[in-house]
């Protein structure tokens, strides 16, 4: 019997904000038999009750993490401009017990994913589950799949300094476990500063909170990094038109330049001057970094994307901490293995840091290995082969503004060829593209998580119903052309990017053009674009709100009946 495709069962994998957001618009439009299978016992993933540490503040820009059928209460210190990691905690449970009762089944680990044997009675996908709670095992059918399960999921822990609890005599863990340290250390009554003198290994988001938290609390801390994050920050809260419009993202240049100014700033060498100009001066009054401070060590706002977005310049954040003094810096510098002593970590260079406790804020690995090599190819999650690199080195962008990179090698690296996977719109994998019974939410790197994973969920809905509105390639071939012009642009607009950033979060990069990347997909479901309007002088200044694609089932669903 030939079931209707809203009735067919569709897994979602993954409870983050990619998750919610994307079962919520399936439902919308009418898919019946809709399943959230999560690891965790809570809503939220990165901002999942177990996993939200304390000092944690959203990196973005108040409203940046909001779906349009939920507001977002303000922050509880209005002063910071950001919300607490407990705001967004929050936010994400009222979201899933408003919308989702009964739609997501917690503790349950998905260990493979793979297509039934051509003697099963089925078609699309069979999943191989593990009930956290029970420890029983069950095969599971889906016809359909969203893959949610974000690029900070699965901790990256350099091989060289992993090493067996027992060898050691402090503590080493991942800045994943930082909560669950904390919480250990208040349950056997003690405070931080039985953690004695700590070392972290990173330059990121994560080194930079815990640090910052640690050394606030009179923790001994020192910091162990090549290249700093970047921060943007001013001393007072920049106005709406700037931090919420189109401005910055008009400002980085998208892979296509459809106005005249846009064209005006990125193809003509006053146009180049200007931005860089502008980037410059962002750069240069986001952080008081003193004349050799190792916070001269950073990445750029314009070239990369490793970018703490402060909003203001706060006391007691990581730099003030540096500037005062309490807190440590080691850079440029690399761990390099652990001490024999187990008390300290040995860096690159030979020198050698005592530790009582080691924290690896090192970063996150892919969480794509729920696939075998042959389910992996066999999709195209892999990332192209650096042969296709030569292929594509012909293709170009005569931007004014991209003519001096960065040197790829000295910014991070190791071959200078790391390449991106060919998923197509950073939904679809090029290779399944015909088939309507797979995507990805939350693999698309952008400043503003809530409008894009909202946006990409609607284009998900509309390719699982055929929708016959949505602008498709029409052949495999097609698909992955346009992924592969894609992957060209990425390492042009941000050479050094796909050596850090995982393939679970880099299918696009659409860090400050989010705006753009998000118009090409409502142009792609033939929706109206640059909805924020405005006119040819005011467009790159309307601030763009999150109501304004609240309608987008509706104008969907009345075009083509649902
Ligand atoms: C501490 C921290 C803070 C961050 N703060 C910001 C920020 O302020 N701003 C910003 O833009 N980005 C931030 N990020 C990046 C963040 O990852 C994304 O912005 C976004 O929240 C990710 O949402 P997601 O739904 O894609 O993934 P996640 O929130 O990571 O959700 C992934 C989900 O998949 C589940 N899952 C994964 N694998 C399996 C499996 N095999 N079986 C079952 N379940 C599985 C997980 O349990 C989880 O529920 C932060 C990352 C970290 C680590
Ligand atoms: N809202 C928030 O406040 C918040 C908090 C945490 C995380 N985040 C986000 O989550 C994502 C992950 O952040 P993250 O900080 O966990 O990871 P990350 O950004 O990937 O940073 C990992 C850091 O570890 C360094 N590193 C790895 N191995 C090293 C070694 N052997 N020696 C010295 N340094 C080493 C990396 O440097 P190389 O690249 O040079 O190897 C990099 O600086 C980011 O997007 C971040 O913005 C946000």
């Known amino acids: 019997m030939v079931t209707s495709p809203l009735d067919q069962p569709i897994a979602i994998l993954g409870s983050g904000a990619a998750g919610l957001i994307t079962a919520y618009t399936l439902i919308n439009d009418g898919f019946s038999n809709v399943t959230i299978l999560t690891k965790d016992k809570s809503p939220g993933g990165v901002w999942a009750d177990e996993r939200v540490y304390p000092g ?30 407990q705001d967004m905690c929050s936010y994400m449970r009222i979201f899933a017990d408003t919308f989702l009762k009964g739609n997501i089944r917690y503790a349950v680990e998905v260990k493979k994913i793979y297509r039934p044997g051509s003697d099963e009675d089925k078609i699309g996908w069979l999943f191989d589950v593990e009930n956290l709670e029970s420890g029983e095992l069950e095969i599971l059918h889906f016809s359909r799949v969203v893959l949610c399960t974000g690029g900070c999921h699965v901790p990256l822990i350099p091989s060289n300094l992993s090493a067996h609890p027992k060898e050691v005599n402090g503590h080493v863990f991942h800045s994943s ?8 250390l208040q349950s056997n009554g003690q405070d931080v500063k039985s953690l004695g003198q700590v070392v972290i290994i990173g330059g990121g988001k994560s080194a930079q909170d815990i640090a910052s938290y640690l050394a606030s609390r009179e ?14 920050a001013s001393p007072i809260p920049l106005p709406s038109f700037i931090r919420r419009s189109r401005f910055l993202s008009i400002l980085a240049g998208h892979e296509h330049l459809d106005t005249r100014f846009e064209r005006f700033l990125h193809t003509t060498r006053v146009g180049a001057r200007l931005t860089h100009f502008v980037w410059n001066t962002i750069t240069q009054i986001s952080a008081s970094i003193r004349r050799k401070s190792p916070l001269r060590n950073a990445h750029s706002l314009f070239w990369d994307i490793r970018t703490n977005d402060e909003g203001i310049l706060r006391s007691e954040n990581f730099h003030d901490l540096v500037n005062k003094e309490r807190i440590e ?39 794509w290995d729920i696939f075998d090599e042959k389910m992996s190819k066999e999709l195209g999650l892999d990332r192209l082969a650096s042969s296709s690199a030569v292929e594509d080195s012909r293709r170009h962008w005569d931007y004014t503004t991209l003519t001096n990179p960065p040197d790829i090698r000295a910014n991070g690296s190791q071959t200078g060829q790391e390449w991106i996977s060919p998923i197509y719109r950073g939904i679809v994998p090029a290779k399944n593209i015909l088939n309507h019974d797979f995507a990805i939410n939350g693999a698309v790197f952008t400043t503003n998580n809530g409008y894009s994973l909202e946006v990409i969920s ?22 992955l052309e346009s992924s592969k ?9 941000h050479p050094s990017a796909l050596s850090w950033v995982n393939p679970s979060y880099s299918s696009n990069l659409a860090f400050w ?6 118009d090409d997909l409502l142009r792609d479901m033939g929706l109206r674009t640059a909805r924020s309007g405005g006119n040819w002088f005011t467009w790159p200044f309307k601030v763009i709100k999150i109501d304004e694609i609240s309608t987008l089932g509706e104008e969907r669903r009345r075009r083509w009946q649902i």
């Open 56 to 85: 944690l503040t959203i990196n973005n820009v108040y409203g940046e993490f909001r779906f349009s059928a939920l507001p977002m209460p303000p922050p509880q210190i209005p002063a910071t401009g950001r919300l607490s990691g």
């Open 177 to 184: 476990k930082f909560r669950s340290q904390l919480d250990l």
């Open 219 to 232: 923790v001994q801390v020192t910091v162990v990094f090549e290249r700093a994050d970047a921060v943007l």
């Open 329 to 367: 810096l080691v850079s440029p510098a690399r761990a390099k293995a652990l001490g024999e002593d187990g008390r300290s970590v040995v860096l690159e260079d030979g020198r050698n840091l005592e530790a009582d406790t080691l924290i690896l804020a090192t970063g996150y690995t892919s969480s």
């Open 458 to 479: 609607h284009w998900i809905s509309s390719y699982f119903l055929r929708d016959p509105h949505l602008q498709l390639p029409k052949t495999v071939e097609e698909a």
């Open 485 to 493: 012009r894609n992957a060209a642009w990425i390492r042009k607009r």
């Open 513 to 518: 053009t989010w705006p753009q990347a998000m």
